[in-house]
């Protein structure tokens, strides 16, 4: 599968923003998907995951609260609704398809696909 994330960009702290993140193949709907991110310097973090059917999610404590992660089945793509946007928030955020786990994984190493990235900035 591949996958492909956009919708970041340049915003002032506050503000919100949903990234989405499309998948080609049919088997989408068969994948917990995860959303990760990167800051400058550090190590990639996870962020959110939602099982296959959309019926269960799973936040970093980081961001429970304020960000959402949801998906479309119909049309292969996951999203993550990100509010009250905060400088700390700023990194590349990165998609991600786990093919192979019946949990829900925190851990990037668990995931088997994963997109290109879309940067997120927030201003003060």
């Known amino acids: 599968v591949q996958l492909q994330a956009y919708g970041g960009g340049l915003v002032q702290a506050g503000g919100s923003l949903r990234l989405s993140c499309a998948a080609s193949?049919?088997?989408?709907?068969?994948?917990?998907m995860g959303w990760f991110r990167q800051a400058p310097g550090k190590e990639r973090e996870f962020v959110a995951a939602i099982s296959w059917s959309g019926g269960s999610t799973r936040y970093a404590d980081s961001v429970k609260g304020q960000f959402t992660i949801s998906r479309d089945n119909a049309k292969n793509t996951v999203y993550l609704q990100m509010n009250t946007l905060k400088p700390e928030d700023t990194a590349v955020y990165y998609c991600?398809?786990?093919?192979?786990?019946?949990?829900?994984?925190?851990?990037?190493?668990?995931?088997?696909?994963w997109g290109q990235g879309t940067e997120v900035t927030v201003s003060s």
């Open positions: 193949g049919r088997t989408f709907s068969r994948y917990n």
């Open positions: 991600a398809a786990d093919a192979t786990s019946g949990w829900l994984d925190i851990r990037s190493n668990g995931y088997d696909y």
